[in-house]
């Protein structure tokens, strides 16, 4: 396991450059490994979206920035993605 | 008819496994055909692969693929290739293949793809080595796919990539992202060989249905999109006389 990140694990503001390294850790981190989830703010929120394959992804994303974004106001809205089987199909001429 | 399900973007490591097998089980009764568009794995692992196989082996339909970004992140695309193989998937790169669906010859030609951005507004092959690199991998990927489609003999020709070969698709997407999203030369590719379909993933914020500029109908069925196991498209044409579905033709390189 790499540990990235360690130097930042301070409480910082929510700025451009926090969104961007969430947004690089949630893809470069192998724990994580997601380019597919939207890092946004509102105000002082850091918002996180999109879906995911399993719920114990979710909760390594949220417990990872946690630890390395202490402080931060996380809202997560991170579903997942749906498995069943299409209930129809699409004709195409 | 022709009945063809596909998904891209599932991401399988253990942790998902058996969680698509209720409604793969299905696909019998549901399609002559399971296109995998790409990002099979989290990080391109021979275990994860191992995952794959899993999860998208023995279906009793068959099953064709191409690799995405996420497949090579371990830089082992070849391993995980062979793992896949070995469970009976064919993967595709630059190759094709043709399966008798019921007397119609399907014909599917399959690449990764890659970056590079769309029409009026993409990189280009100028400037420093980093540069060339990147634009000279668009290009050959999308001319080795072009000349994998025009290579098929069938009767309805399919296109299945990662990358988009259309903005269309990419519609939910931040714009500033388009050029890691796909190019327009899988476009041109897929125009120039008689598509009937083109079907890809990676942009899990984007949207199903598009078109190429030369009418092309195109599907982005990374999961986060489709939001069920697979969809289904039912390729309407000839009928022909019946005869064993899936029946492998002929296998490309």
């Given amino acids: 396991m790499t540990q990235h990140h360690a130097d930042i694990a301070t409480n910082r503001p929510l700025d451009e450059y926090v969104e961007a390294e969430v947004q690089r850790m949630l893809t470069e981190d192998g724990r994580v490994a997601e380019q597919g989830l939207t890092v946004s703010r509102r105000e002082h929120t850091l918002i996180l979206c999109g879906d995911v394959e399993s719920v114990q992804r979710r909760d390594e994303i949220v417990r990872l920035i946690r630890e390395q974004f202490p402080g931060i106001d996380l809202s997560v809205d991170i579903g997942l993605t749906r498995a069943g089987a299409p209930a129809e199909a699409e004709e195409l001429s | ?253």
């Fill in chain 2, 1 to 253: 008819m022709i009945r063809i399900a596909a998904v891209g973007d599932v991401h399988i490591d253990k942790d998902v496994v058996g969680r698509y097998r209720p409604a793969l089980e299905e696909l019998p009764d549901r399609a002559d055909v399971l296109l995998l568009a790409g990002d099979l794995t989290r990080h391109g692992t021979e275990d994860e692969a191992r995952c794959v196989a899993t999860e998208f082996g023995g279906l009793g339909v068959p099953v064709i693929a191409v690799l995405g970004n996420h497949d090579h992140q371990s830089d082992q695309p070849d391993a995980v290739t062979r793992v896949l193989t070995d469970a009976g998937i064919t993967v595709l790169e630059g190759t094709g293949t043709v399966l008798d669906c019921g007397g119609t010859r399907l014909g599917v030609a399959g690449a990764k793809g890659f970056g590079g951005g769309f029409a009026g507004r993409c990189a280009s092959n100028f400037g420093e080595p980093e540069m060339k690199a990147f634009v000279g991998t668009t290009e050959r990927i999308a001319d080795r796919l072009g000349e994998a489609l025009r290579a098929l003999d069938c009767d309805v020709k399919v296109a299945l990539t990662h990358y988009s070969p259309v903005p269309d698709t990419l519609v939910g997407e931040p714009l500033e992202i388009y050029p890691f999203l796909g190019c327009y030369q899988l476009g041109r590719a897929i125009d120039s060989a008689g598509t009937a379909l083109a079907l890809h993933g990676h942009a899990h914020h984007g949207t199903e249905r598009g078109t190429t500029p030369g009418g092309v109908r195109v599907r982005n069925v990374a999961h986060p999109v489709i939001k069920q196991a697979y969809s289904v498209y039912h390729l309407l044409g000839d009928d022909a006389e019946e005869s064993e579905p899936g029946a492998l033709v002929h296998a490309g390189q």
